[in-house]
């Protein structure tokens, strides 16, 4: 006689089956489950009383699809779907977006019901999030507004929002008319987040700090979206807070030559350019926001420099020259007065 599951678990594996496809095959439920379609039908109809909103498909053979419904029941998860949601939910404590209690409770809620070989693997995940001096806070949004901005880019629909600037001057200045925008992309940045959005009144492409938004209801009508300069998200948000345009690469960008291994210089340099020359010389390319800062940026390094180019840069290293030397000389005439 063939051996039926007990109710409970059967219906713990028809739940289970409802969650990896969209479209079930009553016949085939069936099948998997070892059951009748009578059977099947029963089950159905119990998950439906524990909250579950199972919606019956018509066809030749109908079927059944796990839809949505107005509250969230219980969910099954795999082991490798179980370990991607709590290190999803510890990542999600770090990001700034005024949810990190929720997913504080909700990553303790997920472990205290993960086999312990699962919360072992949890429990090696540890993320540490390291805040920047009181001078600059990270600021919270509130998540009603990162699902309003989402939603408003998702749908493509004008958005209207009061804006305050930290000046009374440029965009979004205090007591200014709501601003008027059709919403492309809401990115996370540097522990920020920003709506990236085509600007109605200022005909031009603009970025706005998200916890600076206050939403209007209601929005306005829907759009087809503009090409977004580069149609890169990445490289256009990049760019604009490099202050390069759109292209996101360094506004000035430099060649030197350093007394260095390059093996040290590599170590010391992010996105920049190091060709070894010789066991202690190398090649310096790369960018600042300025050519002063570039030079400093060089400057670091403990050794000779040569400028390869360009000739900004030549000047921007004479221009601290003269700043160094009147900083020593200033300092060298307040020692011997003393």
């Not at 489950?33 to 066809?59: C, F, M, N």
């Not at 709590?86 to 770090?94: K, P, R, S």
């Not at 600021?139 to 939603?151: G, I, N, Y």
Request: a neutral charge.
């Amino acid at each position: 006689m063939r051996n039926v599951p007990k109710t409970s678990a059967r219906l713990l594996s028809l739940l289970s089956l409802l969650q990896t496809r969209r479209d079930w095959p009553g016949t085939l439920l069936a099948e998997r489950l070892e059951v009748s379609p009578r059977t099947v039908r029963r089950d159905v109809d119990r998950l439906r009383e524990l909250g579950y909103p199972i919606v019956a498909i018509k066809g030749p053979d109908g079927g059944y699809r796990l839809g949505a419904g107005a509250q969230l029941p219980p969910l099954l998860f795999d082991d490798e779907q179980a370990v991607a949601l709590a290190v999803a939910l510890q990542l999600a404590t770090t990001t700034g977006a005024g949810i990190e209690e929720a997913a504080a409770r909700a990553l303790n809620t997920v472990r205290q019901v993960m086999p312990a070989r699962l919360r072992h693997r949890i429990d090696a995940f540890q993320v540490t999030a390291v805040d920047r001096p009181a001078a600059r806070p990270d600021p919270h949004v509130d998540p009603s507004v990162l699902t309003t901005l989402s939603a408003a880019v998702q749908a493509r629909e004008v958005l209207r929002f009061d804006y305050v600037s930290p000046s009374e001057t440029g965009d979004g200045a205090a007591g200014s008319p709501p601003r008027q925008v059709q919403p492309h992309h809401l990115v996370s940045w540097d522990r920020r987040w920003y709506l990236v959005a085509w600007d109605l009144d200022r005909n031009d492409w603009r970025i706005f700090r998200a916890d600076r938004i206050t939403p209007r209801i209601p929005g306005g009508p829907r759009f087809t979206p503009q090409e977004l300069p580069g149609g890169n998200v990445a490289a256009f948000v990049t760019g604009r807070f490099r202050g390069s345009g759109d292209s996101g690469d360094w506004p000035c960008r430099g060649e030197v030559l350093l007394n260095l291994p390059a093996t040290v210089v590599s170590r010391y340099t992010r996105d920049a350019v190091v060709e070894e020359l010789g066991p202690n010389r190398c090649r310096l390319s790369m960018g600042s926001w300025s050519w002063v800062g570039l030079a400093a940026a060089i400057g670091r390094f403990d050794a000779d420099i040569e400028v390869v180019g360009p000739a900004e840069l030549h000047a921007a290293f004479a221009r601290l020259a003269h700043r160094y030397t009147d900083a020593a000389s200033h300092g060298t005439n307040t020692l011997a007065d003393d």
